[in-house]
């Protein structure tokens, strides 16, 4: 049974760093795109990063790049997402997400929610003095 669990959101200062952590089971992470989603209150959900299959196609929402780095680690079978300079506007519930191969591709795994058919539960990120 395909399973995602994210973890490590917590209460942070604006200009802090949180690690996001992705763990999947039920799948390899060789045959899915990852992303990594974000839903604000009152707000629709965004996409913020993925990374392909191959780990060889990372991508990231302008209003996060420079600032977030998506990584995996593949002995673990979890997907990161290290998020620094955080700022206030980045406070929301982060899910990640799986899309199989045969949905997309490397140059096709990118942030488009409705590619996505397996979800997280998500964790919370509050950015706030």
């Known amino acids: 049974q395909l399973q995602l669990v994210e973890s490590g959101g917590g209460l942070v200062q604006p200009g802090g760093s949180l690690k996001l952590s992705c763990a999947v089971s039920g799948f390899s992470l060789d045959y899915y795109c990852i992303g990594w989603f974000r839903q604000a209150p009152g707000k629709e959900r965004e996409g913020v990063s993925s990374?392909?299959?191959?780990?060889?196609?990372?991508k990231y929402a302008d209003s996060v790049k420079g600032r977030f780095t998506i990584a995996r680690d593949m002995s673990q079978n979890t997907v990161y997402l290290q998020m620094n300079s955080l700022e206030p506007e980045d406070t929301a519930v982060y899910y990640c997400?799986?899309?199989?191969?045969?949905?997309?591709?490397?140059?096709?795994?990118?942030?488009?929610?409705?590619?996505?058919?397996?979800w997280g539960q998500g964790t919370q990120v509050t950015v706030s003095s």
């Open positions: 990374i392909s299959s191959s780990g060889s196609v990372t």
């Open positions: 997400a799986a899309a199989h191969i045969t949905v997309v591709t490397d140059s096709t795994c990118g942030t488009n929610p409705s590619t996505f058919r397996s």
